[in-house]
Protein backbone atom coordinates (compact mmCIF):
# COMPACT_ATOMS: atom_id res chain seq x y z
CA UNK A 1 0.00 0.00 0.00
CA UNK A 2 2.95 2.27 0.48
CA UNK A 3 4.51 1.77 -2.47
CA UNK A 4 1.29 2.46 -4.22
CA UNK A 5 0.87 5.63 -2.50
CA UNK A 6 4.36 6.49 -3.25
CA UNK A 7 3.48 5.52 -7.23
CA UNK A 8 0.60 7.98 -7.06
CA UNK A 9 2.39 11.02 -5.06
CA UNK A 10 5.33 10.21 -7.74
CA UNK A 11 3.16 10.75 -10.70
CA UNK A 12 1.17 14.39 -9.22
CA UNK A 13 4.98 15.62 -8.10
CA UNK A 14 6.42 15.07 -12.08
CA UNK A 15 2.88 16.76 -13.78
CA UNK A 16 3.29 19.94 -11.47
CA UNK A 17 7.04 19.90 -11.86
CA UNK A 18 6.31 19.93 -15.67
CA UNK A 19 4.13 22.61 -15.62
CA UNK A 20 6.65 24.87 -13.84
CA UNK A 21 10.44 26.38 -14.70
CA UNK A 22 13.08 24.36 -12.08
CA UNK A 23 13.93 27.16 -9.33
CA UNK A 24 16.74 25.33 -8.32
CA UNK A 25 19.13 22.19 -9.14
CA UNK A 26 17.83 20.63 -6.32
CA UNK A 27 14.23 21.07 -8.08
CA UNK A 28 15.98 19.30 -11.10
CA UNK A 29 17.51 16.79 -9.50
CA UNK A 30 14.33 16.01 -7.71
CA UNK A 31 12.20 15.68 -10.46
CA UNK A 32 15.14 13.90 -12.50
CA UNK A 33 15.02 11.40 -9.15
CA UNK A 34 11.42 10.67 -9.40
CA UNK A 35 10.89 10.41 -13.13
CA UNK A 36 13.74 7.60 -13.23
CA UNK A 37 11.60 5.89 -10.36
CA UNK A 38 8.61 6.29 -11.93
CA UNK A 39 9.79 4.86 -15.14
CA UNK A 40 12.10 1.56 -13.04
CA UNK A 41 8.91 1.11 -11.16
CA UNK A 42 6.54 0.64 -14.01
CA UNK A 43 9.22 -2.02 -15.65
CA UNK A 44 9.04 -3.85 -12.32
CA UNK A 45 5.55 -4.55 -12.54
CA UNK A 46 5.99 -7.68 -14.00
CA UNK A 47 8.30 -8.77 -11.41
CA UNK A 48 12.41 -9.23 -11.39
CA UNK A 49 12.57 -11.13 -14.95
CA UNK A 50 15.42 -10.22 -17.12
CA UNK A 51 13.81 -8.49 -19.57
CA UNK A 52 12.29 -5.97 -16.48
CA UNK A 53 16.35 -5.65 -15.40
CA UNK A 54 17.18 -4.62 -18.75
CA UNK A 55 14.63 -2.25 -19.17
CA UNK A 56 15.40 -0.77 -15.25
CA UNK A 57 18.92 -0.80 -15.02
CA UNK A 58 19.42 2.70 -16.51
CA UNK A 59 17.19 4.26 -14.53
CA UNK A 60 18.72 3.03 -11.85
CA UNK A 61 22.33 4.05 -13.00
CA UNK A 62 20.36 7.05 -13.06
CA UNK A 63 19.53 7.58 -8.89
CA UNK A 64 22.51 6.56 -8.05
CA UNK A 65 24.50 8.41 -10.74
CA UNK A 66 27.26 5.43 -10.90
CA UNK A 67 29.17 4.88 -13.81
CA UNK A 68 27.78 1.45 -13.97
CA UNK A 69 24.73 -0.52 -12.10
CA UNK A 70 24.08 -4.21 -12.70
CA UNK A 71 21.26 -6.62 -11.54
CA UNK A 72 22.19 -9.75 -10.69
CA UNK A 73 20.70 -13.38 -9.08
CA UNK A 74 20.83 -17.30 -8.98
CA UNK A 75 21.10 -17.75 -12.34
CA UNK A 76 23.70 -15.06 -13.43
CA UNK A 77 23.85 -11.16 -14.48
CA UNK A 78 20.14 -10.33 -15.48
CA UNK A 79 21.65 -6.75 -16.78
CA UNK A 80 24.40 -4.54 -16.87
CA UNK A 81 24.25 -1.01 -17.92
CA UNK A 82 27.32 2.14 -18.22
CA UNK A 83 30.79 1.57 -18.66
CA UNK A 84 32.99 -1.56 -18.00
CA UNK A 85 30.70 -4.66 -19.46
CA UNK A 86 33.77 -6.47 -19.16
CA UNK A 87 33.44 -7.07 -15.90
CA UNK A 88 30.11 -8.65 -15.99
CA UNK A 89 31.51 -11.99 -16.16
CA UNK A 90 32.78 -11.30 -12.67
CA UNK A 91 30.07 -10.25 -11.38
CA UNK A 92 28.04 -13.66 -10.22
CA UNK A 93 30.72 -14.83 -8.17
CA UNK A 94 31.18 -11.38 -6.27
CA UNK A 95 27.26 -11.53 -5.57
CA UNK A 96 27.07 -15.38 -4.62
CA UNK A 97 28.10 -13.77 -0.74
CA UNK A 98 25.94 -11.19 -1.01
CA UNK A 99 22.47 -14.02 -2.07
CA UNK A 100 23.70 -16.29 0.83
CA UNK A 101 24.59 -14.00 3.60
CA UNK A 102 21.32 -11.01 2.86
CA UNK A 103 24.68 -8.69 4.07
CA UNK A 104 26.13 -5.51 1.71
CA UNK A 105 29.52 -5.93 0.16
CA UNK A 106 31.72 -3.41 -0.86
CA UNK A 107 34.38 -4.31 -3.59
CA UNK A 108 37.89 -2.84 -3.39
CA UNK A 109 40.93 -2.45 -5.66
CA UNK A 110 41.54 -5.94 -4.72
CA UNK A 111 38.24 -7.10 -5.71
CA UNK A 112 38.37 -6.16 -8.87
CA UNK A 113 41.07 -6.97 -11.51
CA UNK A 114 41.29 -5.54 -14.17
CA UNK A 115 43.75 -5.35 -17.14
CA UNK A 116 43.11 -2.15 -18.45
CA UNK A 117 44.50 0.76 -16.45
CA UNK A 118 41.73 3.41 -17.68
CA UNK A 119 38.79 1.41 -16.14
CA UNK A 120 36.95 3.60 -14.22
CA UNK A 121 35.16 0.73 -12.52
CA UNK A 122 37.91 0.15 -9.22
CA UNK A 123 35.12 0.04 -6.64
CA UNK A 124 31.85 -0.68 -6.34
CA UNK A 125 29.12 -1.65 -4.04
CA UNK A 126 26.75 -4.78 -3.38
CA UNK A 127 23.47 -4.62 -2.00
CA UNK A 128 21.16 -7.25 -1.41
CA UNK A 129 17.20 -7.04 -2.91
CA UNK A 130 14.78 -9.13 -0.53
CA UNK A 131 11.44 -10.76 -1.07
CA UNK A 132 9.43 -12.30 1.18
CA UNK A 133 12.65 -12.57 3.80
CA UNK A 134 15.22 -14.30 1.28
CA UNK A 135 17.43 -12.28 -0.99
CA UNK A 136 16.36 -13.13 -4.82
CA UNK A 137 18.60 -10.48 -6.23
CA UNK A 138 21.96 -8.21 -6.17
CA UNK A 139 22.16 -4.48 -7.04
CA UNK A 140 25.51 -3.74 -7.95
CA UNK A 141 26.86 0.00 -8.33
CA UNK A 142 30.30 0.64 -9.68
CA UNK A 143 32.84 3.39 -9.99
CA UNK A 144 36.57 4.98 -9.45
CA UNK A 145 35.96 4.86 -5.46
CA UNK A 146 33.05 4.11 -3.07
CA UNK A 147 31.90 6.60 -0.36
CA UNK A 148 29.60 6.59 2.67
CA UNK A 149 26.85 7.92 0.53
CA UNK A 150 27.35 6.09 -2.63
CA UNK A 151 26.85 2.60 -0.05
CA UNK A 152 23.68 3.97 1.98
CA UNK A 153 22.13 5.32 -1.50
CA UNK A 154 22.45 1.73 -3.10
CA UNK A 155 20.87 -0.13 -0.12
CA UNK A 156 18.44 1.96 -0.19
CA UNK A 157 17.41 1.54 -3.51
CA UNK A 158 17.77 -2.18 -3.42
CA UNK A 159 15.26 -1.88 -0.67
CA UNK A 160 13.13 -0.19 -2.90
CA UNK A 161 13.37 -2.84 -5.45
CA UNK A 162 12.62 -5.25 -3.13
CA UNK A 163 9.41 -3.69 -2.47
CA UNK A 164 8.54 -3.57 -6.20
CA UNK A 165 9.46 -7.49 -6.61
CA UNK A 166 7.11 -7.98 -3.01
CA UNK A 167 4.25 -6.57 -4.88
CA UNK A 168 4.66 -7.97 -8.42
CA UNK A 169 4.28 -11.04 -6.47
CA UNK A 170 1.32 -10.30 -4.54
CA UNK A 171 -0.26 -9.50 -7.90
CA UNK A 172 0.84 -12.62 -9.10
CA UNK A 173 -0.82 -14.30 -6.42
CA UNK A 174 -3.97 -12.50 -6.14
CA UNK A 175 -4.16 -13.71 -10.45
CA UNK A 176 -3.67 -17.02 -9.31
CA UNK A 177 -5.66 -16.99 -6.26
CA UNK A 178 -8.95 -15.59 -8.56
CA UNK A 179 -8.43 -18.11 -11.10
CA UNK A 180 -8.21 -21.03 -9.08
CA UNK A 181 -11.51 -19.67 -7.34
CA UNK A 182 -13.10 -19.21 -10.90
CA UNK A 183 -12.62 -22.84 -11.54
CA UNK A 184 -13.96 -23.64 -8.32
CA UNK A 185 -16.98 -21.53 -9.14
CA UNK A 186 -17.01 -23.51 -12.49
CA UNK A 187 -17.09 -26.70 -10.47
CA UNK A 188 -19.72 -25.64 -8.14
CA UNK A 189 -22.63 -24.16 -10.53
CA UNK A 190 -22.18 -25.96 -13.39
CA UNK A 191 -23.22 -29.87 -12.69
CA UNK A 192 -26.23 -28.31 -11.22
CA UNK A 193 -27.52 -26.45 -13.78
CA UNK A 194 -26.47 -29.02 -16.82
CA UNK A 195 -28.69 -31.41 -14.94
CA UNK A 196 -31.33 -28.78 -14.93
CA UNK A 197 -31.19 -27.54 -18.49
CA UNK A 198 -30.91 -30.97 -20.19
CA UNK A 199 -34.12 -31.95 -17.78
CA UNK A 200 -35.87 -29.36 -19.45
CA UNK A 201 -34.66 -29.58 -23.11
CA UNK A 202 -35.51 -33.35 -23.09
CA UNK A 203 -39.23 -32.31 -21.93
CA UNK A 204 -39.48 -30.90 -25.11
CA UNK A 205 -37.74 -33.16 -27.70
CA UNK A 206 -42.10 -35.00 -28.31
CA UNK A 207 -44.39 -32.34 -27.96
CA UNK A 208 -41.58 -29.67 -29.37
CA UNK A 209 -39.19 -30.46 -31.17
CA UNK A 210 -38.32 -26.70 -32.46
CA UNK A 211 -37.96 -25.72 -29.07
CA UNK A 212 -35.94 -28.02 -27.27
CA UNK A 213 -33.80 -27.41 -30.65
CA UNK A 214 -33.64 -23.75 -29.99
CA UNK A 215 -33.12 -24.17 -25.88
CA UNK A 216 -30.15 -26.45 -27.01
CA UNK A 217 -28.65 -23.84 -29.27
CA UNK A 218 -28.97 -21.41 -25.49
CA UNK A 219 -27.43 -24.25 -23.97
CA UNK A 220 -24.31 -24.26 -26.20
CA UNK A 221 -23.66 -20.85 -26.50
CA UNK A 222 -23.72 -20.72 -22.45
CA UNK A 223 -21.45 -23.44 -21.29
CA UNK A 224 -19.15 -22.25 -24.48
CA UNK A 225 -19.24 -18.68 -22.36
CA UNK A 226 -18.92 -20.27 -19.07
CA UNK A 227 -15.85 -22.66 -19.96
CA UNK A 228 -13.93 -19.75 -22.17
CA UNK A 229 -10.17 -19.29 -21.54
CA UNK A 230 -10.24 -16.12 -21.72
CA UNK A 231 -9.00 -13.94 -19.30
CA UNK A 232 -10.29 -13.23 -15.04
CA UNK A 233 -12.32 -10.18 -17.11
CA UNK A 234 -15.15 -9.69 -19.08
CA UNK A 235 -17.47 -6.63 -20.28
CA UNK A 236 -20.99 -6.30 -18.22
CA UNK A 237 -22.39 -6.60 -21.65
CA UNK A 238 -20.95 -9.99 -22.27
CA UNK A 239 -21.97 -11.35 -18.64
CA UNK A 240 -25.71 -9.95 -19.28
CA UNK A 241 -25.89 -11.55 -22.75
CA UNK A 242 -25.08 -14.95 -20.98
CA UNK A 243 -27.57 -14.32 -18.25
CA UNK A 244 -30.26 -14.05 -20.94
CA UNK A 245 -29.27 -16.84 -22.01
CA UNK A 246 -29.47 -18.81 -18.77
CA UNK A 247 -32.83 -17.42 -18.29
CA UNK A 248 -33.90 -18.48 -21.80
CA UNK A 249 -33.13 -22.12 -19.98
CA UNK A 250 -34.43 -21.73 -16.52
CA UNK A 251 -37.98 -20.21 -18.21
CA UNK A 252 -37.93 -23.58 -20.25
CA UNK A 253 -38.29 -25.15 -16.34
CA UNK A 254 -40.40 -22.12 -15.03
CA UNK A 255 -42.77 -21.68 -17.36
CA UNK A 256 -45.25 -18.74 -16.34
CA UNK A 257 -43.29 -18.89 -12.78
CA UNK A 258 -40.75 -17.00 -13.40
CA UNK A 259 -40.81 -13.18 -14.27
CA UNK A 260 -37.66 -11.55 -15.32
CA UNK A 261 -37.25 -7.75 -15.83
CA UNK A 262 -33.93 -6.42 -17.05
CA UNK A 263 -33.10 -2.14 -16.35
CA UNK A 264 -29.70 -1.28 -17.96
CA UNK A 265 -28.26 1.82 -18.31
CA UNK A 266 -26.14 1.74 -21.96
CA UNK A 267 -23.27 3.86 -19.90
CA UNK A 268 -22.57 0.70 -18.00
CA UNK A 269 -22.33 -2.14 -20.93
CA UNK A 270 -18.99 -1.72 -21.29
CA UNK A 271 -17.49 -1.72 -17.50
CA UNK A 272 -15.39 -4.82 -17.05
CA UNK A 273 -16.21 -6.87 -14.42
CA UNK A 274 -14.90 -10.35 -12.87
CA UNK A 275 -16.29 -12.87 -15.33
CA UNK A 276 -18.99 -14.81 -13.55
CA UNK A 277 -19.71 -12.06 -11.18
CA UNK A 278 -23.46 -11.59 -12.09
CA UNK A 279 -24.43 -15.20 -13.30
CA UNK A 280 -23.96 -16.46 -9.92
CA UNK A 281 -26.35 -13.66 -8.52
CA UNK A 282 -28.89 -14.42 -10.86
CA UNK A 283 -28.90 -17.66 -10.48
CA UNK A 284 -28.93 -17.62 -6.42
CA UNK A 285 -32.03 -15.61 -7.13
CA UNK A 286 -33.72 -18.08 -9.14
CA UNK A 287 -32.45 -21.50 -7.42
CA UNK A 288 -32.83 -20.19 -3.61
CA UNK A 289 -35.47 -17.23 -3.77
CA UNK A 290 -38.17 -18.84 -6.29
CA UNK A 291 -37.96 -22.63 -6.67
CA UNK A 292 -39.52 -23.59 -3.58
CA UNK A 293 -41.51 -20.55 -3.84
CA UNK A 294 -45.29 -20.95 -4.64
CA UNK A 295 -46.42 -19.12 -7.12
CA UNK A 296 -44.99 -16.62 -9.61
CA UNK A 297 -42.10 -15.22 -8.68
CA UNK A 298 -39.88 -12.31 -9.89
CA UNK A 299 -35.98 -11.40 -10.48
CA UNK A 300 -35.31 -8.19 -11.42
CA UNK A 301 -31.61 -6.90 -12.68
CA UNK A 302 -30.56 -3.16 -12.54
CA UNK A 303 -27.27 -1.74 -13.90
CA UNK A 304 -27.27 2.06 -13.30
CA UNK A 305 -24.44 4.62 -13.91
CA UNK A 306 -23.09 6.28 -10.66
CA UNK A 307 -20.45 8.81 -12.45
CA UNK A 308 -17.08 6.58 -11.85
CA UNK A 309 -18.89 3.60 -10.80
CA UNK A 310 -21.24 1.15 -11.53
CA UNK A 311 -24.11 -0.36 -9.25
CA UNK A 312 -25.23 -3.34 -10.65
CA UNK A 313 -28.16 -5.02 -8.33
CA UNK A 314 -29.95 -8.75 -8.37
CA UNK A 315 -33.33 -8.83 -6.50
CA UNK A 316 -35.93 -11.42 -6.18
CA UNK A 317 -39.08 -11.29 -4.26
CA UNK A 318 -38.22 -15.38 -3.31
CA UNK A 319 -37.86 -17.24 0.18
CA UNK A 320 -35.45 -15.01 1.14
CA UNK A 321 -33.16 -16.44 3.58
CA UNK A 322 -31.36 -15.84 7.06
CA UNK A 323 -29.23 -12.96 7.60
CA UNK A 324 -26.61 -14.89 9.96
CA UNK A 325 -26.42 -17.22 7.50
CA UNK A 326 -25.05 -14.95 4.96
CA UNK A 327 -22.86 -13.11 6.79
CA UNK A 328 -21.35 -16.02 7.98
CA UNK A 329 -20.83 -17.57 4.12
CA UNK A 330 -19.75 -14.10 2.90
CA UNK A 331 -17.00 -13.97 5.81
CA UNK A 332 -16.06 -17.38 4.61
CA UNK A 333 -16.67 -19.03 8.17
CA UNK A 334 -19.63 -20.97 6.46
CA UNK A 335 -19.98 -23.88 3.42
CA UNK A 336 -23.80 -23.31 3.06
CA UNK A 337 -23.03 -21.48 -0.42
CA UNK A 338 -24.25 -23.61 -2.98
CA UNK A 339 -24.04 -20.89 -6.10
CA UNK A 340 -21.01 -19.31 -4.53
CA UNK A 341 -21.49 -15.94 -3.17
CA UNK A 342 -18.65 -16.02 -1.18
CA UNK A 343 -16.94 -16.60 -4.33
CA UNK A 344 -18.35 -13.84 -5.91
CA UNK A 345 -17.56 -11.88 -2.99
CA UNK A 346 -14.11 -12.70 -2.46
CA UNK A 347 -12.87 -11.85 -6.66
CA UNK A 348 -14.99 -8.37 -6.24
CA UNK A 349 -12.79 -7.47 -3.42
CA UNK A 350 -9.64 -8.89 -4.74
CA UNK A 351 -10.47 -7.29 -8.10
CA UNK A 352 -11.22 -3.78 -6.73
CA UNK A 353 -10.90 -3.32 -2.81
CA UNK A 354 -12.83 -4.38 -0.01
CA UNK A 355 -15.37 -1.34 -0.40
CA UNK A 356 -16.34 -3.03 -3.64
CA UNK A 357 -17.68 -6.43 -2.14
CA UNK A 358 -21.50 -7.85 -1.96
CA UNK A 359 -24.12 -6.41 -0.32
CA UNK A 360 -26.94 -8.53 0.80
CA UNK A 361 -30.14 -7.92 2.41
CA UNK A 362 -32.71 -10.52 2.78
CA UNK A 363 -35.02 -11.96 6.05
CA UNK A 364 -37.02 -15.06 5.71
CA UNK A 365 -40.16 -14.50 3.57
CA UNK A 366 -38.75 -11.23 2.08
CA UNK A 367 -36.80 -12.15 -0.79
CA UNK A 368 -33.35 -11.31 -1.23
CA UNK A 369 -31.32 -8.12 -2.68
CA UNK A 370 -27.49 -8.50 -3.47
CA UNK A 371 -25.93 -5.02 -4.52
CA UNK A 372 -22.16 -3.70 -5.29
CA UNK A 373 -20.27 -1.58 -7.08
CA UNK A 374 -17.59 -1.77 -9.32
CA UNK A 375 -15.18 1.35 -11.09
CA UNK A 376 -15.65 2.23 -14.53
CA UNK A 377 -11.93 2.16 -15.03
CA UNK A 378 -9.66 0.54 -13.11
CA UNK A 379 -5.96 0.43 -13.24
CA UNK A 380 -4.56 -3.16 -14.59
CA UNK A 381 -8.24 -4.43 -15.17
CA UNK A 382 -9.56 -4.74 -18.38
CA UNK A 383 -11.87 -7.54 -20.37
CA UNK A 384 -10.47 -9.82 -22.69
CA UNK A 385 -12.04 -11.78 -25.26
Known amino acids: MVAAVVVVVTGGVLRLLRRRRFVSDVDRATYE ?11 LRSGLTPQAAERTTRQLRSMLGSRAVALSDSSGVLAWDGVGDHHRLDLPALAEPVLISGATVVLTDPD ?18 VADEHVVAVLAAYGPSVGAGLVRATEELAAWISTQVELAELDRQRTHLMEAELRALRAQISPHFIYNCLGAIASFVRTDPDRARELLLEFADFTRYAFRRGGAYTT ?16 A ?39 SKQGVGHVTIHAVDLGTTAEITIEDDGVGGDPEVIRAVLAGESAEDGVGLGNVDARLRAAFGD ?10 GAGTKVTFRVPKFAPGIHAEP
Do not use: K, M
Open 33 to 43: TLHSASLAARH
Open 112 to 129: IVCSDPDCPIRSGVLAPV
Open 236 to 251: LRDELRNIERYLVLEQ
Open 253 to 291: RFGERLIVQLTIAPEVLPVAIPFLSVQPLVENAVRHGLA
Open 355 to 364: QHGLVVETAP
